[in-house]
């Protein structure tokens, strides 16, 4: 199996937040969602697999290489969207179109110029009189014109409106329709990943409490609507979490079907609150 992303023990420590021992692996031509609250510790992933910040222990490896000792090779192959707008305030769409075209090899002015139309972004407006939205837009107009084998984001969607949102995620499940692309997705927002994510990543307060095939876990995890009493019935390791109220309890469990089968009231769920009652629910 081809990894476009293998990370190992990852650890960095900052006064007051430590990422300990992160470790994943992204499959070449799928798409990762890392998913947890602000702070958890998703962007110090990311910097950590860029390079941006000295980590202090573990090994990243992109396209099977190490990333520390190939970075400038890597690099051409790698797209990057961070959730700020990095150009300098005073270019103009045609200028990062001249800039681009001597920092990437493979630089597409049609496929740049596609993206600019698509999200009509003005051409002779500067980039300090950008919405939020249309630097977004640009960034990622960028990212998806210089024939990048991986696209790492984060938080790329957040702060657009629910319909530029929709159409930036199809656009992403088409890059990956070539099967050498991949995606790494850093987000708050469950929904998109839902959407397009094959694997879902989820962080805590710097640790990874999972890394799971998405489908297989929606699909697994369900709600069952029993008494208080009852809940001795559940094994306790198939105790997501459990919430109380004064109809009873609510559990999830990551063994739906087995508890369908003993006759139990179960509801099927989503991303968000597998989430929910893993980080709040009581154990």
Not at 50 to 68: C, H, P, Q, R
Not at 114 to 126: A, D, E, S, V
Request: hydrophobic letters at 40%; a negative charge.
């Amino acid at each position: 199996m081809k990894y476009a992303i293998e990370v190992n023990n990852l650890n960095k420590t900052y006064e007051g937040f430590s990422l300990k021992d992160a470790s994943f692996k992204l499959e070449t031509g799928t798409i990762m969602g890392i998913v947890g609250e602000n702070g958890a510790g998703k962007s110090t992933i990311l910097k950590g697999i860029l390079n941006l910040i000295n980590t202090d222990s573990g090994e990243v490896k992109i396209f099977g290489k190490d990333f520390k000792e190939n970075e400038m090779e890597i690099k051409k192959d790698i797209a990057v969207v961070f959730d700020e707008s990095y150009f300098h305030d005073n270019l103009k769409t045609p200028d990062i179109d001249k800039i681009m075209q001597n920092i990437y090899p493979n630089w597409n002015k049609n496929q740049f110029l596609k993206y600019t139309n698509k999200f009509k972004l003005p051409k002779y407006k500067k980039i300090k009189d950008f919405s939020r939205g249309m630097k977004m837009k640009l960034s990622i107009a960028v990212a998806l014109s210089h024939e990048a084998k991986l696209l790492i984001l984060d938080e790329a969607t957040s702060g657009l409106d629910p319909v530029v949102r929709d159409e930036i995620l199809d656009i992403f499940l088409d890059y990956i329709q070539n099967e050498d692309c991949s995606i790494l997705i850093a987000s708050h927002i469950t929904s998109d990943l839902e959407k397009i994510a094959d694997y879902i990543t989820f962080i805590n307060d710097g640790q990874i409490i999972f890394s799971e095939n998405k489908d297989e876990l929606i699909y697994n995890a369900g709600i069952v609507k029993c008494s208080e009493k009852e809940i001795d019935k559940i094994k306790n390791e198939d105790i997501v979490g459990i919430r109380k109220n004064t109809f009873g309890c609510e559990v999830m469990v990551n063994n739906r079907e087995y508890y369908e089968n003993m006759g139990f009231v179960v509801d099927k769920t989503n991303l968000e609150e597998i989430i929910l009652f893993t980080v709040r629910g009581a154990k």
